[in-house]
């Protein structure tokens, strides 16, 4: 073979070596988006349902005070009944 064609076979081989590294490069960075991507996705599964929870866990709170602004005005009256009651013996 001649000097030209040896030179052309031995760039043409650099090339295509180049060009398969890129191409793994390039495979290894759409794995990584990939799984980027999923992590993504599984945050904010978690994110919503860390929301509702905390929705869910408000909703218990305001109950919770609204049954004792309730009862504080019962708890009032059978105080004031008792004492009524234990000075009238």
């Not at 509702?52 to 009944?81: F, H, N, V, Y």
């Amino acid at each position: 073979m001649s000097d030209p064609i040896r030179e052309a076979l031995a760039r043409l081989s650099t090339a295509i070596d180049r060009l398969d590294t890129v191409s793994l490069r390039h495979a290894d960075g759409d794995r990584a988006r990939a799984t980027l991507e999923t992590e993504l996705s599984l945050m904010r599964e978690d994110r919503h349902q860390l929301a509702r929870l905390l929705d869910e866990e408000k909703s218990s709170r305001t109950t919770a005070e609204m049954s004792l602004g309730d009862l504080a005005p019962r708890i009032d009256r059978a105080i004031a009944a008792i004492r009524t009651s234990l000075t009238q013996s």
